[in-house]
């Protein structure tokens, strides 16, 4: 059955399967029970599963997160929110030395099935630690798997198939896109989450984008077709592990290729798919990888964010400046 649906009700949706289908599964988090969360996302979920399956839990992140590692161990399936993006840092310490280790540290004998939801990006307006894009800090961590959808199909089935997942997901929700609407299909799975996905062809260069930034990228794929120029648009999906080969497979064929995130430039996911793609696509190449991302700098103010943030026109730029090599 296909339905149009929010990106927001899409996890909505997603998660109430999950705790329908796994009753070891429970969701825990700030305000996320009666209020249904500061986006709404998980609204209507306490009254259905009642109030030991929808917990909400008192402020503090690194409790919350060690709270679930502990469950996660004892046999249960934890999905947890992190209210804001900026607020992630008081439990970076549980997600990157206890979360992501547990399993090697306990030679496999060990899993932590847990799910750490976190609202991200910017383009919402808001105030200072509300809207970070701190997705690399993870990824360079060992033991953590780190999807973002860009759809409500995506986001209804990526949800369910990180919670299926015996290792720990952070799943990044891209906040401004929570009430773009899109057809859900609730019977035909999304693509592996763990895989990028081709959302547009072409001919001339390839735009990888993930998140916030995939419809930029669709729309950057337009305009540039007004100029003649056929983009290929590859929705990342997953930023770890990253699906490098359909990334290379694009390149070979198009022999260009921008990256583009929120978060900055420098030290960014856009870096290592960098450095990948030229290591194995060198020889199609017709131009050095460009990224297009933000500035080395604390999120701006939301009067000038719009400056801050990668758009049409600077990705524009960036493919005037592949095609004149």
């Known amino acids: 059955m296909t339905t149009t649906m929010t990106l927001a009700k899409a996890i909505t949706s997603g998660l109430d399967k999950i705790l ?6 429970l969701l825990m988090g700030e305000d996320i029970g009666r209020l249904g969360g500061v986006y709404r996302v998980t609204d209507g979920l306490i009254t259905k599963h009642g109030a030991h399956r929808v917990i909400d839990s008192p402020l503090g992140e690194a409790g919350i997160v060690g709270t679930a590692v502990g469950m996660a161990l004892r046999g249960f399936s934890p999905i947890v929110e992190i209210q804001f993006d900026g ?11 206890q979360l992501a280790k547990m399993h090697a540290r306990s ?3 060990l899993t932590a099935p847990v799910v750490i939801r976190i609202p991200y990006g910017g383009g919402i307006g808001s105030i200072e630690h509300h809207s970070e894009s701190p997705e690399a800090l993870f990824a360079h961590t060992a033991g953590l798997r780190i999807i973002t959808p860009s759809n409500a199909h995506d986001a209804y089935w990526m949800i369910q198939q ?8 952070i799943f990044f929700e891209p906040k401004r896109r929570y009430w773009l609407k899109g057809e859900v299909d609730t019977e035909t799975p999304a693509l592996d989450a763990f895989k990028a996905q081709v959302v547009r062809p072409g001919t001339d260069a390839t735009i990888v984008a993930y998140g916030p930034l995939v419809p930029i ?9 007004e100029d003649g120029r056929s983009i ?3 929705d990342l999906r997953s930023i770890s592990p990253i699906d490098f080969d359909t990334i290379t497979e694009s390149v070979q064929k198009t022999g260009r290729l921008i990256v583009t995130h929120e978060a900055p430039t420098f030290g960014g996911i856009g870096g290592e798919i960098a450095a990948r793609i030229t290591e194995r696509a060198f020889l199609s190449l017709e131009a050095p990888v460009l990224r297009v991302g933000g500035f080395h700098m604390p999120y701006p103010i939301s009067k000038v964010e719009s400056q801050y943030l990668p758009d049409i026109d600077k990705l524009l730029e960036a493919l005037d400046r592949s095609f004149a090599y």
């Open 107 to 109: 030679e496999g004998r």
């Open 232 to 234: 290929e648009v590859i």
């Open 87 to 97: 607020f992630v840092f008081p439990a970076f310490n549980q997600i990157t030395t």
């Open 217 to 225: 990228a669709l729309a950057t794929a337009d305009a540039a077709l």
């Open 20 to 25: 329908e289908g796994d009753d070891k599964s």
């Open 162 to 169: 990180a919670a299926a997942c015996q290792d720990p997901v």
